[in-house]
């Protein structure tokens, strides 16, 4: 069937994409790559991809392309379903014999719930849903795809058995040549990544249990399969030939680092490219790996460190002790390494000591960047099923964002209330960004790369429009 991947239009400068841990508005403008939409569409022969919030596409220009397709798959999440069916229900009133099935965490955990909420949806494909899209579209019977909930012949929804988790990962086609197709890859902008980038995955799953992650709870596992190393390399050879304008290669596995020997070497070819790359990683790399990873081209690693209060970090089941996180950062710091540190506000057993504790940690171990998150118990998480069976936040009201598509706090404790959550994040910003170190190393950055400050000053213009925009958020509350 003629196929349409869509990341539909929704709240203003919204990333949906599934490469960002949080569906939100961002701080700062920025955009990921639709990298879980790519991978069926490089399955799928006459395949189209649409993300339309980087590219600034509107909904009458993507209803106008209806009739030119047989099928439409969109990636949906919890703050965008609403918004995501409503697009479905336009494309289906100008052409009514298109089929319409969703893809993304929401769905692998609720499918039977999404389709009872959106009658216009024909299908989701839950789970790892690659090929289960790919032999829709081949038009194998819906009865015989194993993944998949349809409706039948009646209008009933069936559930068919689940698929096997995919292993031999090297069967997936490059992503990136989709990219090359269908997508500008200017209009992709990370904040702490050189511009433009490419990200892709070079590996699904990961062995940390944090119990407020998304992915690997819901669609990768906890299992980290991988792509060989060969035909990770064999990607990046196609990208350096097809987007020679790239400044960096960005590796968004959760763990990148799940397995050190393969980054180490996956390092050493890379380091033969002489590209340079950044990658996730957990705060427990040796700095023997350290080492290796920055003499082939490692400039930086997106870390989570989420709190500085050692009882926290055991109640998410992170896996991970302060004071390993700061001698790892230490290292980074020593070996010339930067570092985006993100931290989550409003965690179990959060309080406003462990706030301060945690914005004192951020400021001791000072990565270069950093982004605060609000706690989001998303359905299908540990985090979720822990905050309903608690009381600490209410089912009928658990949106994630507001009307603006910027993070709300969805919990809320007998000790902290969400105004105080809400708050915290704008004190965590103000607290590490706004002290004299911070600025100056900032103001330097500027002064030695005028495109530096070209970037940097944007970047503030866009996050006072943003801080405003929480303000007004926090006042309806």
């Not at 979720?384 to 598509?405: F, I, S, T």
């Not at 170190?437 to 005028?450: F, N, Q, T």
């Amino acid at each position: 069937m003629r196929t349409l991947f869509l990341q539909a239009p929704t709240f203003d400068g919204f990333d949906g994409g599934a490469g960002s841990r949080y569906q939100a508005k961002r701080e700062i403008k920025s955009f990921w790559y639709p990298t879980w939409l790519a991978q069926p569409a490089a399955l799928v022969p006459n395949s189209k991809l649409i993300d339309a919030p980087p590219h600034n596409i509107k909904l009458p220009e993507i209803v106008a392309q209806a009739n030119d397709f047989d099928m439409v798959v969109l990636h949906t999440s919890v703050p965008s379903f609403k918004s995501d069916v409503k697009t479905v229900e336009a494309l289906k009133a100008a052409n009514p014999k298109l089929i319409a099935g969703l893809i993304g965490a929401k769905v692998a955990v609720d499918a039977a719930g999404a389709m009872a909420q959106a009658p216009c949806i024909d299908f989701c494909a839950r789970n790892e849903f690659d090929f289960t899209v790919k032999e829709v579209a081949d038009g194998t019977p819906m009865s015989e795809i194993k993944g998949l909930s349809y409706r039948n012949a009646d209008g009933v929804v069936v559930h068919n058995e689940d698929r096997e988790i995919m292993t031999d990962m090297d069967q997936l086609p490059f992503v990136t040549s989709v990219y090359k197709r269908d997508l500008e890859m200017e209009k992709y902008f990370i904040g702490y990544l050189k511009h433009p980038y490419i990200s892709f995955y070079s590996g699904r799953g990961c062995k940390s249990r944090c119990t407020f992650c998304l992915w690997p709870q819901t669609v990768g596992g906890h299992t980290y399969r991988t792509r060989s190393v060969a035909h990770v390399i064999e990607e990046i050879k196609y990208c350096l030939k097809e987007f020679p304008q790239t400044k960096e290669f960005f590796f968004d596995d959760d763990t990148f680092t799940d397995n050190l020997p393969r980054a180490e070497e996956i390092a050493r070819e890379l380091g033969k490219l002489g590209v340079t790359w950044s990658c996730n990683a957990k705060a427990n790399v040796p700095r023997e790996t350290l080492e290796v990873l920055k003499a082939n081209g490692l400039r930086l690693l997106l870390v989570g460190y989420e709190s500085g209060n050692q009882k926290i970090l055991n109640n998410i089941k992170k896996g991970m002790r302060v004071e390993v996180a700061e001698k790892f950062t230490k290292d980074c710091h020593d070996l010339g390494i930067a570092i985006h540190g993100t931290f989550i506000v409003g965690l179990p057993g959060e309080t406003r000591e462990t706030i301060q504790e945690t914005i004192a940690f951020a400021k001791r171990i000072n990565p270069h960047t950093i982004q605060a998150s609000l706690a989001a118990p998303y359905p299908g998480t540990f985090l979720y099923k822990q905050a309903v069976e608690n009381g600490w936040l209410d089912v009928e009201n658990a949106e994630l964002v507001d009307e603006n598509g910027v993070q709300i706090a969805p919990l809320h404790y007998p000790h902290l209330s969400h105004a105080e959550i809400y708050a915290a994040v704008e004190e965590f910003y103000r607290k590490f960004y706004f002290r004299a170190p911070k600025i100056a190393s900032i103001v330097s950055e500027m002064v030695r790369s005028p495109d530096m400050m070209k970037r940097r000053l944007r970047e503030g213009v866009e996050f006072y429009r943003f801080l405003k925009e929480r303000q007004g958020t926090a006042k309806a509350a």
